[in-house]
């Protein structure tokens, strides 16, 4: 029953998620969203969506969320749902950015969408209703690569990022631990999606290939944000989130991180199973007390 995208065949993988997106549309109570526009190095502009609690008493703290898709598939319109919870349980405001997609925009565009709509977001915290001291970053699958690269440039470049916050992140270039080699017919994501995800990606990079790419490959962690992350066991992505939660414990990093056991890829997403709202539950809650930080 789980929708499979061909990434093979991307034109009908985007249009089929389009199709996917305007289904069984749920509005959540009590959230306002506005769009603005950033603009970016190249000359291009980068569409931003602001969701924010009714109840605006306050700067509140924020979550600046990149949305998944491999890198090619994903926008706004497919975390509007998940970013309107959000707000309205954690009572933060979330940002969500469209960054452009490989393959027609290899690396490092859609890290420098996101740097520069993160900026934007810092420069403008007051008009926004944030607290400056509190803006975490969060993604999901590709979102989560990027999320985890925007906390590690934090060290040395602003915006300060208080928390990072990764929902099965990518994080691994190389594809070569245990489960990136073990799973090749799982739900939702196998070892040739990956493979396939990455190529698109890095083949034509304009820039080299470090640690804003692929966030394994910094030489360490050491003073990164505090991190949460979520991890589903049978990933291909599992063993190398294992890991980037060894380094930053090692490197003397908060983390919280979260496996459940039978989960594939994405699992979360699936409200309808009691799983799935577990997980949503505790991400909630790890917003919350990184909030309180």
Known sequence: ?????????????????LLLGKQDRTITPGVTSTDHTVAGRGGNSISVRVYRPDDRSGPRGALFYIHGG?????GLHTEDERCELYAAQVGC?????????APEHPFPAAFEDCADALEWVGANASDLGIDARRIAVGGNSAGGAVAASLALRSRTTGPLVSHQFL????????????SALAFVDTPVWTRADNLLMWSSYLDEASAPVDYTASPSLASDLVDAPPASIWIADQDPLRDEALEYVRRLLGDGVQVSFHQYLGTFHGFDSYRMTKLGQRALADQVWALQRAFLR
Request: glycine share 6%.
């Open 70 to 74: 491999g890198f090619m598939l994903g």
């Open 167 to 178: 929902i099965n992140p990518v994080l691994d270039c190389r594809s070569t631990t245990p």
């Open 93 to 101: 405001v979330v940002i969500g950015v469209d960054y452009r997609l």
């Open 1 to 17: 029953m789980i929708p499979r995208f061909d990434l093979t065949d991307l034109a009908n993988a985007r249009a089929l998620e």
